[in-house]
């Protein structure tokens, strides 16, 4: 089984190339992006405490991330891997992760960086919000996330490099170019 953990700060490409990496290796996408706004979006219970804490830009606590995370792969029994996007925050997710995972019989595969400037994120974000209007991608709380991700996040990188599963990738240029380098770094977990 092939999973995989595509790891960067908002804006960074995470979702533009996950979408490219499930059609070629056939993986199922988990994004507690997309799942929180999912809930926020059917207002169920969850979805209205997700919004609150989201709203405040700080993020979803792991109890809460983690729980929906686990619901997630449990509806797709019969997946060849996942990718997880932006997911996990923390070096506490990322081990229940490994614990869940290690449950069922399997493990992360790689994780790979896509290393993006500050100012290319602040571009893309605002290009982004622009066209889909994410309420999560307005100028105070994306300051706020992307500073989360490089006080916080970040951290989550050394857990994996010391577990030899970590790659890097240049997240700028070309969607085309980024995809063949993210594919090539795939093709050797692969061999």
Request: hydrophobic share 40%; aromatic share 6%; charged share 25%.
């Amino acid at each position: 089984m092939l999973n995989l953990v595509l790891f960067g700060p908002p804006g960074a490409g995470k979702g533009t190339q996950s979408e490219k990496l499930i059609d070629k290796y056939r993986l199922v996408h988990v994004s507690t992006g997309d799942i929180f706004r999912s809930h926020i979006k059917n207002q169920t219970s969850l979805g209205q405490q997700v919004n609150q804490i989201i709203a405040e830009g700080n993020l979803v606590p792991d109890s809460i991330t983690i729980a929906m995370l686990e619901e997630e792969i449990k509806k797709n029994p019969h997946a060849e891997g996942f990718i997880f996007d932006g997911f996990p925050r923390t070096v506490a997710q990322a081990k229940a992760l490994d614990n869940f995972l290690m449950d069922n019989n399997t493990s992360i595969t790689g994780v790979i960086a896509l290393d993006v400037t500050e100012e290319e994120l602040t571009q893309r974000i605002a290009k982004r919000q622009e066209i889909s209007g994410r309420a999560d991608d307005a100028a105070d709380k994306l300051k706020k996330r992307i500073e989360e991700y490089f006080s916080k996040t970040i951290h989550v990188l050394p857990y994996y490099d010391e577990q030899g599963k970590l790659s890097k990738v240049n997240g700028i240029g070309d969607i085309e170019t980024i995809f063949a380098e993210l594919s090539a770094v795939i093709d050797e977990y692969n061999a």
